[in-house]
């Protein structure tokens, strides 16, 4: 309910009742509030809503429809996101997010990312294809799905697989593959399997199989 406050070049508004509204503020900058049926910002567009931001090329709002899609290096940050850093302990750990477009839907609380999607909090980076993020009622991330070329990395070691689930509060990722594989940089291990599960709080890991397929873990250690 909160209201969307929206900084660009230039807007171009269609008002509930159909009637359309262009805008350009001094020296080609507009600020407007979302209030209309449906904006289109484009030109270095910034809109923020309490304490999440995004930025792009362009960006569409459809306040009927509940949607927003920026398009063209667009980034979006969340600032008041809580993480377990340990067990009994919480804090504030920012997650930022880039991709060619950023798609949201207020409807089914999910944000889709797709193309070059690069995820940060804290010391954890993703790199995937697409990614779908998922928000409670109280609009705070929980979780996040990624597909396609997985890259995860964490101080000392780095995850590649196929799929990856991640959770926004614990820090505990789920990485699967054919196979995924993870490699400790301190300890110069690798390991293989069909599902790796990796833990930011204490930096531990574990490495099981489909059962529907049975295929084995496997590790290498680099003997220095």
Do not use: C
Request: charged share 30%; no cysteine; proline share 3%.
């Amino acid at each position: 309910q909160s209201p969307v406050r929206v900084v660009s070049d230039r807007a171009i508004i269609n008002h509930p009742d159909g009637s359309p509204e262009s805008a350009r503020g001094p020296g080609g900058q507009s600020t407007t509030s979302a209030l209309g049926g449906h904006a289109r910002y484009t030109g270095n567009v910034r809109a923020w809503q309490e304490s999440e931001f995004i930025r792009a090329d362009q960006i569409d709002l459809d306040r009927a429809a509940r949607t927003l899609h920026a398009i063209g290096k667009a980034q979006s940050a969340y600032y008041q996101l809580e993480r377990e850093i340990e067990k009994g302990r919480k804090q504030v750990v920012p997650v930022f997010a880039s991709a060619d477009q950023i798609r949201y839907d207020d409807g089914s609380r999910r944000t889709f990312y797709d193309g070059e999607v690069k995820i940060r909090q804290g010391s954890d980076s993703i790199e995937a294809t697409t990614a779908e993020a998922l928000m409670d009622q109280e609009h705070r991330l929980l979780e996040m799905v990624a597909a396609g070329q997985i890259v995860l990395t964490q101080p000392e070691r780095i995850a590649r697989g196929e799929r990856l689930v991640y959770n926004f509060t614990s820090g505990q990722a789920t990485l699967t593959g054919r196979p995924a594989s993870i490699e400790d940089r301190q300890q110069q291990v690798q390991t293989t399997g069909e599902k790796l599960v990796l833990n930011s709080r204490d930096g531990r890991f574990e490495a099981g199989d489909d059962r529907a397929t049975r295929s084995r873990v496997r590790t290498t250690h680099r003997v220095k």
